[in-house]
């Protein structure tokens, strides 16, 4: 607020106004350097977590396919598993190169529909951040009462969401060419996640216009982003032409280390022209605050299940709970389809097959589908710290003191939440247990794979419950602090992914509960450590309780 | 420090609640936070049935006082009671006997307006539907609507709806009006006004002072965490001065020599001063024994008693001390 002031005041200063005989254009967007300012300022941790994030996945796959694919009889085996695998296809993309295969082609192929959606991800939210949630926040008033043009919001926050992709996709080209990989191919490389990421700032730039309000614009965002992946996997699978009407086609279209078609670029550049356009048009014709299409309206009268705070906070939580669980959910049914593949895959490869070796003693196919349940519990982990901290969201909201106000105790509201983060969990692992079967099944034909898969997935909840026990107790302990549960969930995703690349001591990779549970289904079911990881959760839970009844609540 | 009158503040409506205990009683309450101290050795008394006025600049630690009452904060010092129970310890039980309404509302931008009052209203124990629909077309409120998209003003209409329509014994409001309009800051008085006829109590915290003059029986100013004073209006008037004009048939003289007179200013056969309340007896018979033949006496406004408190702090800010008194 304070940095919010003192920008506010030197935008009311004289020279930062735009003097009258400017044309009318220029003055609609006055005082957008100041606002781009601003907006970098704001998100400077939010933008380099994303940076770390996003550039981060670029070495670490650049790190393992460096270290996994040496010899051209590696590459090739690798192709040759590959190409017209359409399962893989649909997840990854056409794998231009891989008829001739380079480490570059195989990078892009591991990589570069990940880091393209990551970076439209990115675009998305910080747009809509900026401009729309922006609107609904108690510092509009201020801005909007600056000598600040009516255009000047959407157009500095396209500009600093530019200038975030540029070093994003740069950072990504950096990496590329630092693990020894053409610069050119590189360039091509980091082009196309640029040109992707201001396609999608110019998509959120107009939902952020049309929607009815900011979670709106955000959903819609995400739904075109999803739309663009869906509509170049079934081009890439089929004649190739569908591809053209998908930014994510568009990028790997450029064909980075395949033969690069720079004029491709173009697109990308012409789409988001026309896009800002139609945005700017929009927000001529619409009131500040409001969309182009109505709010609807809610209930007069809250439904039975609304009255406890737990019929609150599976209210204000379910919409998370069916995403990640559709979202996780397509993930699982795809690994089990490709799971029978694994073998193949990993035929020609000594290393990978050690790796997965390493996971237990059961089949490859056995070992992939453990490692498949292990990287769902992971991301799903994601979910489970994010609900226990709405506690945390909802405090600093301040909307928790009406509720406290009532005879609802603390504990009950800390546990209604808690009730939900559990419950949300072991859904979404039973879902992608059971999905992840389903794909197998279809593949192996062996109906018993679904509830075997599911057993599976289940058994990774208690490791899981540790993250929602330790953001409880943070949470019980102070709010403020209760993010650094991110840092521990890091570290499990390090050990979890990385561990044999990293080289990391037993003693280190222990801290995380993810090395305790049993591994099935290449494992055999132990229930020690599974009791053990539970009573750790009910321990810190117990914990946060305490905690939580004893503090000033802020 | 409280000004030494308090002692005499036993009005009407001390005498027909003897015996009863206090609503709220606070003393020497102490809250800080890090370097900061929130309240500093406050004190606050509110009787059963009476609506009081908590006054004072922003920052002064109004919301820190109701955020205790509520049990939401730890004190560092002091005593703090409510409705006979400890806030801290007994909260949930105090909590079905009051309703609260924060001046800053925030509310879940994905639940309607309707269903934030019932939430609310069904928490607390369960919602008086007559009462609920008829404050909400009393105070024009469209319940359909998503909170996010609300304004401050109706947000403060749900807040207020909810904390209305229950049956709690002791309204908790917490500058309840500052969103509103004038029109429904008149609605909002009726609904007081209603409340006190039930005989709830009333703790209304507010720096808009007409709203205090019109509801409240008695009022206490703090600032930087301590009560500067506390009584009812009468009282704190009496201890401000009165303006008088006056005509008389006889020139005056000597009326500058009276204690706690002021200003005394001659023009055109009137006379102009100021009195303290303690000396404005003494003031008028001194002037009637010259014949008064019309006399003009305003009494002191809750602004000029507010800006005697913070007066000081005004002029430090100006950094010259005016002209007046
Ligand atoms: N949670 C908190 N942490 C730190 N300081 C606080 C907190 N809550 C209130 N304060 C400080 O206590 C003082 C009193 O604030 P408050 O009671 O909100 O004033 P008001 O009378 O305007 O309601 C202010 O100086 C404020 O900054
Ligand atoms: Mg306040």
Known sequence: ?554 | MLADWEGTTKGSVMSTTVNVAPAISISGLVKTFGSTRALDGLDLEVAVGEVHGFLGPNGAGKTVTIRVLLGLLRTDGGTARLLGGDPWVDAVELHRRIAYVPGDVNLWPNLSGGETIDLLARLRGGVDQRKRDDLVERLALDPRKKCRAYSKGNRQKVALIAGLASDAELLLLDEPTSGLDPLMESVFQDCILEATREGRTVLLSSHILAEVEKLCDRVTIIRQGRAVQSGTLDDLRSLTRTNITAATDRPIVGLDGLDGVHNVRFDEGHVHFDVDGAALDGAIRHLSSFGIHSLVSQPPTLEELFLRHYGDELAAMNGAERGVT
Request: glycine fraction near 10%.
């Open chain 1, 1 to 554: 607020m304070t940095t919010l002031a003192t920008d506010v005041a030197r935008m009311a200063e004289p020279d930062a106004g735009v003097s009258d005989d400017r044309p009318e254009l220029r003055k609609s967007v006055a005082g957008t350097g100041l606002l781009v300012r601003f907006v970098l300022r704001r998100d400077r941790i939010r933008l380099l977590l994303w940076f770390a994030g996003i550039v981060g996945l670029v070495v670490v796959t650049a790190a393992s396919i460096a270290g996994l694919y040496k010899t051209p009889e590696q590459l090739a085996s690798y192709a040759r598993t590959v190409r017209g695998n359409s399962a893989l296809i649909v997840q990854a993309g056409p794998g231009y190169g891989l008829d001739n295969p380079t480490t570059g082609a195989v990078m892009m192929n591991e990589l570069s529909v990940w880091t393209i959606l990551a970076i439209s991800l990115l675009s998305v939210f910080m747009m809509i951040r900026h401009t729309r949630a922006q609107e609904e926040s108690e510092q509009a008033e201020l801005i909007r009462a600056a000598p600040v043009g009516r255009h000047a919001p959407l157009a500095a926050a396209l500009v600093a969401t530019a200038i975030a992709d540029l070093v994003v996709a740069a950072g990504c080209a950096a990496t590329l060419i630092f693990y020894g990989l053409s610069a050119t191919g590189s360039i091509a490389f980091g082009s196309s996640v640029f040109g992707a990421g201001l396609v999608f700032a110019g998509v959120a730039a107009v939902a952020a216009q049309a929607a009815s309000g900011s979670r709106a614009a955000l959903g819609l965002g995400s739904a075109v982003i999803g739309a663009a992946y869906v509509v170049r996997a079934i081009g890439d699978v089929g004649n190739g032409v569908l591809s053209w009407f998908s930014p994510i086609g568009w990028a790997q279209s450029i064909r980075a280390f395949a033969d690069e078609r720079w004029w491709v670029l173009v697109l990308p550049l012409f789409a988001t022209a026309t896009l800002v356009s139609i945005a700017v048009a929009l927000q001529g014709r619409r009131d500040f605050g409001a969309g182009l299409t109505a709010q609807r309206p809610g209930a007069a009268a809250a439904g039975p299940r609304l009255s406890s705070p737990l019929g609150l906070a599976i209210r204000l939580q379910r919409a998370s709970v069916v995403g990640w669980t559709v979202g996780l959910g397509l993930i699982a049914f795809f690994y089990g389809i490709v799971a029978d593949q694994a073998e193949s895959i990993l035929e020609d490869n000594p290393e990978m097959k050690d790796f997965f070796a390493q996971l237990g003693q059961g089949s490859i196919t056995d070992a992939f589908l453990s490692m498949s349940v292990l990287v769902m519990a992971l991301m799903a982990t994601g979910f489970t710290i994010s609900s226990v901290l709405r506690l945390r969201a909802e405090e600093m909201a301040g909307r928790t003191d009406a509720l406290l106000a009532t005879p609802v105790e603390r504990r009950r509201l800390g546990l209604s939440h808690l009730a939900v983060a559990i419950g949300g969990t072991v859904a979404i692992m039973t879902i992608c247990g059971l999905l992840l079967g389903a794909g197998f099944a279809l593949v192996s034909a062996d109906a018993g794979q679904v509830v075997r898969m599911a057993v599976a997935a289940v058994v990774m909840v208690p490791a899981m419950l540790v993250f929602a026990g330790l953001a409880f107790a943070l949470y019980g302990f102070s709010p403020r602090w209760s993010p650094i549960v991110w840092a521990a969930f890091v570290w499990a995703l390090v050990a979890g992914m990385l561990a044999s690349v990293l080289n990391l001591p037993d003693r280190v990779l222990d801290l995380s509960p993810f090395q305790h549970v049993p591994a099935l289904p290449a494992d055999s079911m132990a229930w020690p450590p599974v009791v053990a990881l539970l009573a750790v959760a009910a321990a810190l839970m117990a914990l946060g309780l305490w905690a939580l009844d004893r503090r000033d609540m802020s």
